[in-house]
């Protein structure tokens, strides 16, 4: 299964590309395109929060995503 989601390797502090709020050491998200959406590309989008990561995946992926 292709991951849109993937965490970082330690936490940091740094602005969020969503929603534009700085963090500081928290956890963030590489954020890529959704798999069922690869016409639009395959390079990374941003850096987002977990807040953020959370409204992205939704609640019933969130689990997957956390638990890698």
Known sequence: MAK???PR???ET???DSCGK????SQFYDWHH???LSFLGEGR???ICMPCAKREAGSK???RI???
């Open 4 to 6: 849109w989601l993937l």
């Open 9 to 11: 390797d330690k936490k």
């Open 14 to 16: 740094r602005a969020c």
């Open 22 to 25: 700085y963090k500081r050491y």
């Open 34 to 36: 959704h798999p069922g």
């Open 45 to 47: 989008i941003g850096v």
């Open 61 to 63: 992926q969130w689990g």
């Open 66 to 68: 956390k638990n890698g």
